[in-house]
């Protein structure tokens, strides 16, 4: 028979730690807007989340937090990747346009060669 174990939840977070966490995720969705994705907040949420999609393809997109890790804030998805550290936005945003490029692009029809921005390749 299993055991069962159980584990603590983490411990709410600090006003100003959620104040430093909305900051993060606003610098991320910055970044993610200059390269042309589409963001939601999701502030009031447990954990607070940004949704990150393409207009085209709204359907398919990703949960990004913010998570505390012994060296630092890091960028993380829901599905558990670690993006990039809260201190490389920009790599954080790459990462992740890099992860959903393809996916967009085959949503859109376009395949996955030629992907950039938003990952939809004009048809030729």
């Given amino acids: 028979?299993?055991?069962?174990?159980?584990?603590?939840?983490?411990?709410?977070?600090s006003a100003w730690e959620t104040w430093r966490l909305r900051r993060?995720?606003?610098?991320?969705?910055?970044?993610?807007?200059?390269?042309?994705?589409?963001?939601?907040r999701r502030y009031d949420d447990v954990p607070r989340l940004?949704?990150?999609?393409?207009?085209?393809?709204?359907h398919i997109g990703e949960s990004v937090t913010v998570v505390r890790e012994l060296h630092g804030w890091w960028y993380v998805t829901s599905s558990g990747v670690h993006l990039a550290p809260c201190t490389n936005v920009e790599e954080a945003a790459g990462e992740l346009a890099a992860w959903l490029a393809p996916w967009v692009s085959a949503a859109l029809g376009h395949g996955t060669d030629g992907v950039g921005g938003v990952g939809a390749a004009e048809p030729q």
């Fill in 1 to 13: 028979m299993a055991r069962v174990v159980y584990v603590p939840a983490a411990p709410p977070l």
């Fill in 24 to 40: 993060r995720l606003d610098a991320l969705r910055r970044a993610l807007h200059r390269e042309g994705w589409a963001t939601k």
């Fill in 50 to 58: 940004l949704q990150v999609y393409a207009e085209q393809a709204p």
